[in-house]
C-alpha cells in the first residue's frame, strides 16, 4: 500500500512566523505535489516537483515556497504565515508513468495562523 | 487553467438509494479519476479510467469514461451510511501535466 505521511494534523502558528510542512512517501515515487483545500474551492494545486531539486509553480504558489532534497520527501515553506493562509494542507505523490495520474494523498494538515 | 465542472455539488438521500454524480470539461481528457474524502481526512482513489467508454466498477461503484472524452460518471448503488464524504473527480489532458479536480460532491446519507 502506497503510504503518504505529513508531519501534522493540526498546526497553529501566529502571523509572520515561518512554517514548514514536512511529506514523505514510501513508495519511491517520482511526482509529488501539496495542494491547499478551502471550503467551496476544491483543490487547488501549489507547487509539484517532478524530480529531486525540481519544481513547477501550481496554481496559487504566491507566499509560499517548496523543497525536495530527497526523492522521498517534499517541504512546504510558508516564509511569512498570514491568516489568508489558514486552509487543510494535502500532499500527494504518483509515479511517473502511465499510473502516474493515480495521486495518492496524505491524511492533511489543518493549519491555523492566528 | 481548465476547469471541471462537476455535478451536484451535494447531496441527500436515503439510506438504500442509488446516487449518481458527473463531472464535465470544456476540454478533451485522457484520464478520469475519482476520489472520495472521509470528514477530516486526505482523498482516497477509488476509480481511475484510462479509455473512453471505459465502465469500471469498484464494489458498489461504478464509473465511465464518457466516450466524447469530455465527461465521466460515478455511480453508487444501495447507499449506506459509510458512503457519506465528499466525491472528487479528477482529469488529466496529456502529458505529464497535473491532476485538475473538480470542487467536490457532498455527499449526505439519512439512514
Known amino acids: 500500500d502506497v503510504k503518504v505521511t505529513q508531519s501534522s494534523r493540526y498546526l497553529v502558528k501566529r502571523t509572520g512566523e515561518k512554517v514548514f510542512l514536512e511529506c514523505v512517501q514510501d513508495m519511491d515515487h517520482e511526482n509529488m505535489f501539496w495542494y491547499r483545500q478551502d471550503p467551496g474551492l476544491g483543490l487547488r494545486l501549489i507547487y509539484f516537483s517532478y524530480d529531486v531539486k525540481m519544481k513547477e509553480k501550481g496554481d496559487i504558489p504566491e507566499g509560499y515556497s517548496v523543497s525536495r532534497e530527497k526523492k522521498e520527501r517534499f517541504s512546504l515553506i510558508l516564509e511569512s504565515a498570514s491568516t489568508n493562509q489558514t486552509s487543510m494542507y494535502l500532499c500527494?505523490?504518483?509515479?511517473?508513468?502511465?499510473?502516474?495520474?493515480?495521486?495518492?494523498f496524505g491524511p492533511g494538515t489543518r493549519l491555523t495562523v492566528t | 487553467g481548465q476547469q471541471l465542472n462537476q455535478s451536484p455539488q451535494s447531496m441527500f438521500i436515503q439510506e438504500g438509494e442509488d446516487v449518481s454524480m458527473n463531472c464535465t470539461s470544456s476540454s478533451i481528457f485522457n484520464t478520469w479519476l475519482w476520489y472520495k474524502q472521509d470528514p477530516g481526512e486526505g482523498p482516497v482513489l477509488l476509480i481511475a479510467?484510462?479509455?473512453?467508454?471505459e465502465l469500471t466498477s469498484n464494489g458498489r461503484l461504478t464509473a465511465q469514461f464518457g466516450i466524447t472524452r469530455k465527461d465521466s460518471f460515478l455511480n453508487i448503488s444501495a447507499s449506506i451510511p459509510s458512503d457519506v464524504g465528499i466525491y472528487f473527480c479528477a482529469g488529466r489532458s496529456s502529458g505529464n501535466t497535473p491532476l485538475v479536480f473538480g470542487k467536490g460532491t457532498r455527499l449526505s446519507v439519512i439512514a
Open positions: 500527494a505523490s504518483s509515479r511517473f508513468d502511465r499510473a502516474s495520474y493515480e495521486q495518492y
Open positions: 479510467l484510462y479509455k473512453a467508454g
